[in-house]
């Protein structure tokens, strides 16, 4: 069974630093791209950044480049967008996705190409 569960999430003051884990079963973390998305309250979702199925491929939105980083482990089959610099605006609850048809290797930022998507984990950024 294709399972992701995010972890990571929690309260952090503004200009702080968080790191999101995206934990895979049932397929390996080289063999499809992987994004991390988010959703705020009142908004639509968004890609945060995504990473290509063999891994030379990044990209990231233009509100968290240069603070946020996405990497993997491929030894504990895990994907990790570590967060820094932290702002109220990046509350949301964050969620990893994963795309196993059409150019499933493809690291892109569209929501709708990705199929199955964790539960999710809450950021906030507070004072």
């Known amino acids: 069974q294709l399972q992701l569960v995010e972890s990571g999430g929690g309260l952090v003051q503004p200009g702080g630093s968080l790191r999101l884990s995206c934990a895979a079963s049932?397929?390996?973390?080289?063999?499809?791209?992987i994004g991390w998305f988010r959703q705020a309250p009142g908004k639509e979702r968004e890609g945060v950044s995504c990473?290509?199925?063999?891994?030379?491929?990044?990209n990231y939105a233009d509100s968290v480049k240069g603070r946020f980083t996405i990497s993997r482990d491929n030894a504990k089959n895990t994907v990790y967008l570590q967060m820094n610099n932290l702002k109220p605006e990046d509350t949301a609850i964050y969620y990893c996705?994963?795309?196993?048809?059409?150019?499933?290797?493809?690291?892109?930022?569209?929501?709708?190409?990705?199929?199955?998507w964790g539960q999710g984990t809450q950021v906030t950024v507070s004072s």
């Open positions: 996705a994963t795309k196993i048809s059409g150019l499933f290797g493809r690291c892109v930022l569209w929501n709708d190409e990705y199929d199955y």
């Open positions: 990473i290509s199925s063999s891994g030379g491929s990044t």
């Open positions: 049932g397929f390996t973390v080289d063999r499809y791209a």
